[in-house]
């Protein structure tokens, strides 16, 4: 049975405290409206919009799910929508949250293109699109900054983590591994270490209250 | 530039979109080399020009960044239906190649996240799951703060650009420490940049 109200429970629950999308519709617009916020990349305003504006994801949820859409194949955004929707309304959120995401975006940029043809090519919109990505990295980094205290009830432990978090950094940002290698080697190892740390937890729990059945 | 596709041709650029979509790992955007090389090197569908500018146009617009594939679609399908000005023909051309090319780069990687994640969440007490998730969550972390420091610092080798790298951190620590509106910051960097001061 998992416990809630506490940051020492970060599993994701249908069921959980926080407020969540009440229709279809409601969802559709949600990401629709996010969608389109998002300029040189949607990230930053999906940890925005979900977690700080309409609270209806935790910090420790977001990161989970960020880790999964991350791993898995495809634009982490749309996977990311796709897992939000289906834990909310089945499939038909899935389906909502993922055309909201994708249709009104794809027609504007459609326009764009029909439009602008030639726009992109000039100085000022080279110029523009240059100071656009230097707040985008801005934002980002931010991103990431705030999420560190999703950190603290790491199983295996707050310094640790920062290490795992450093490391990564450092083979991503510096020696610029492909990310595959990245989660093959840093990914496993980290998951491993807290396979093992859950494992150790999960048996001190069951030494202190022998009756309640563990896995 | 026209270009004529039979039925097998777009056979083969839906296919070659549903191949990029299960390599797609880190994004669409991991897989430009390959797009490349495919549309634009062997087949030439596609100039050079048509797919850097998908890309800058997609970036200067809203929404998900893998809208660029509808956009290398869209040329595709211009090319092959003697464009816009091709009337019905080629409006719907285009709109066929947005199409089957979002289509192929999303139907792989979208069903499997539905399947994995459905499984994973009617498994989430199992120990293997919990170490995944939370396991990667500094690692999730760590990638996003590369990630800003890749964007800003640009390839290895290209030299430190102090203008935009003042502004990365000035956007980095007005997100982190206050509430003011992503917008506004964004409006400013394109602004700052169609001026010519970064």
């Known amino acids: ?215 | 530039m026209n270009v004529s596709l039979t039925g097998s041709d777009w056979l083969s650029l839906f296919a070659q979109f549903l191949l990029l979509s299960c390599l797609s790992v880190g994004g669409a955007i991991t897989t430009t080399p390959e797009m490349h090389r495919f549309l634009v090197d062997s087949h030439q569908w596609l100039t050079n020009q048509q797919f850097v500018t998908s890309i800058a146009l997609a970036q200067a617009a809203p929404g998900p960044n893998i809208l660029f594939v509808a956009l290398v679609g869209w040329n595709v399908g211009l090319n092959a239906g003697g464009g816009l000005a091709n009337g019905l023909v080629g409006w719907t051309t285009a709109f066929a190649g947005a199409f089957v090319a979002m289509a192929g780069m999303l139907i792989p990687s979208t069903t499997l996240t539905y399947v994995a994640t459905r499984w994973g969440h009617r498994n989430r007490e199992l120990r293997a799951v919990r170490a995944f998730k939370q396991g990667m969550a500094p690692i999730v972390v760590g990638l996003l703060i590369a990630t800003g420091w890749v964007l800003v610092r640009g390839d290895a080798d290209s030299a430190f650009n102090p203008a935009t790298t003042a502004v990365a951190l000035v956007s980095m620590l007005v997100v982190w420490r206050t509430r003011v509106h992503l917008l506004w910051l964004l409006g400013a960097g394109a602004l700052l940049g169609a001026t010519g001061l970064v």
């Open chain 1, 1 to 215: 049975m998992p416990h809630n109200g506490g940051v020492s429970a970060p599993q994701p629950t249908a069921s959980h405290d926080v407020p969540g999308p009440r229709s279809l519709t409601e969802l559709y617009w949600a990401f629709t409206i996010l969608a389109l916020q998002g300029f040189g990349g949607v990230l930053a305003v999906v940890q925005r919009e979900l977690v700080e504006r309409r609270r209806w994801l935790t910090r420790e949820e977001f990161v989970e799910d960020w880790a999964v859409a991350q791993i898995l194949p495809g634009p982490n955004v749309v996977n990311m929508t796709v897992m939000f929707g289906d834990r909310h309304f089945g499939w038909r959120g899935a389906a909502a949250a993922f055309a909201g995401v994708l249709t009104v975006p794809s027609l504007v940029v459609l326009t764009m293109a029909i439009v602008f043809e030639n726009v992109a090519d000039t100085a000022e919109a080279q110029g523009a699109l240059r100071g656009m990505g230097a707040v985008v990295a801005g934002l980002i980094t931010a991103t990431g900054l705030k999420l560190m205290p999703a950190l603290e009830v790491s199983p295996i432990g707050r310094r640790q983590a920062l290490a795992v978090l450093l490391l990564t950094f450092a083979v991503v940002g510096i020696v610029r591994l492909p990310l595959v290698w990245v989660l093959a080697g840093v990914g496993s190892s980290a998951c491993l270490w807290t396979w093992f740390c859950l494992k150790q937890l999960d048996d001190q729990r069951a030494a202190a209250q022998p009756d309640v059945p563990t896995e």
